[in-house]
Nanobody, 124 residues
């Protein structure tokens, strides 16, 4: 049974940092691309970033380049998203998701499995 569980969300002041974790089970992590997408209230889901099985990284939002760092530890079945210099517009529920392929999806949200999400709130 494929399962993805996110953790690490919370309330952070603008300019602060968070590290989100995505723990996977039920499949071999290093055979799949894993990505993060987010959904803010009243907005469509938005692909954010993805890491392929070869550690190739795809950014889907220009504003996160240099601030969002994705990494994977296949031995721990975990993918991490380090978010730095948080902005109010980063506030959303962040979802970890799996692609059935090794490469990242073209639009950033065409995944076959995803977790329940973790809330990121940015406020002073």
């Amino acid at each position: 049974q494929v399962r993805l569980v996110e953790s690490g969300g919370g309330l952070v002041q603008p300019g602060g940092s968070l590290r989100l974790s995505c723990t996977a089970s039920g499949f071999t992590l290093d055979n799949h691309a894993i990505g993060w997408y987010r959904r803010a209230p009243g907005k469509e889901r938005e692909g954010v970033i993805c890491i392929g099985s070869s550690d190739d990284i795809t950014y889907y939002v220009d504003s996160v380049w240099g601030r969002f760092i994705i990494s994977r530890d296949n031995a721990k079945n975990t993918v991490y998203l380090q978010i730095n210099s948080l902005r109010p517009e980063d506030a959303a529920v962040y979802y970890c998701a799996r692609d059935f392929r090794r490469a990242c999806p073209p639009l950033g949200y065409e995944y076959d499995y995803w977790g329940q999400g973790t809330q990121v709130t940015v406020s002073s």
